[in-house]
T-cell receptor, first 114, second 113 residues
């Protein structure tokens, strides 16, 4: 079964600083990997996805993530944090088994300090 | 396109009551699913469907029923509500093949007293 670990339930960064949100997965085969963002009282919005193409994936709002098979990681980064980035971020995996079920991490709440 | 819509947005139930959470999508997606979100636990899959007439259980199916009579609709039924079902419920949909990007509805916040 898939599992996803997000290290750090809360991360605080200063405006303009690097954002790094960590995600590790366990899977016997390389899965599809996703980062979703959730703003307060809203649904989830896809930031980016890895689907066996380029290992460095660029998403919306200046975010990117790198798939590292040897480390089973898919960390999310952004060079310079904006106040509007404050939200909860979820890493998720989907097995390539014909179903489309997502297994989510527990989420990381990002606070941006002015 | 309205995308994925959910009704109601908020609901308060008493223990033992039943209700149906509605979910609809207008993107002709084959795959639809229900997740519940609880603090510190992320989202967990309740039930899913890969097409009309086909449903299956996810991680936490107990206490919930689903059916899929049309491509567009995927209602979630709580048969006898319990306080443990207090949660935020999200419906999602996607195409059944390809890169599996799922589109989420705005959520239903359910409180069971």
């Amino acid at each position: 079964a898939q599992s996803v670990t997000q290290l750090g339930s809360h991360v605080s960064v200063s405006e303009g600083a690097l954002v790094l949100l960590r995600c590790n997965y366990s899977s016997s085969v390389p899965p599809y990997l996703f980062w979703y963002v959730q703003y307060p009282n809203q649904g989830l919005q896809l930031l980016l996805k890895y689907t066996s193409a380029a290992t460095l994936v660029k998403g919306i709002n200046g975010f990117e993530a790198e798939f590292k098979k040897s480390e089973t990681s898919f960390h999310l980064t952004k060079p310079s944090a904006h106040m509007s980035d404050a939200a909860e971020y979820f890493c998720a995996v989907s097995e390539q088994d014909g179903a489309n079920n997502l297994f989510f991490g527990t989420g990381t709440r990002l606070t941006v300090i002015p | 396109n309205a995308g994925v819509t959910q009704t109601p947005k908020f609901q308060v139930l008493k223990t033992g009551q039943s209700m149906t959470l509605q979910c609809a999508q207008d993107m002709n997606h084959e795959y639809m699913s229900w997740y519940r979100q609880d603090p510190g636990m992320g989202l967990r899959l309740i039930h899913y469907s890969v097409g009309a007439g086909i449903t299956d259980q996810g991680e936490v199916p107990n206490g919930y029923n689903v059916s899929r009579s049309t491509t567009e609709d995927f209602p979630l039924r709580l048969l006898s509500a319990a306080p443990s079902q207090t949660s935020v419920y999200f419906c999602a949909s996607s195409f059944a093949s390809g890169t599996y990007e799922q589109y989420f509805g705005p959520g239903t916040r359910l409180t069971v007293t």
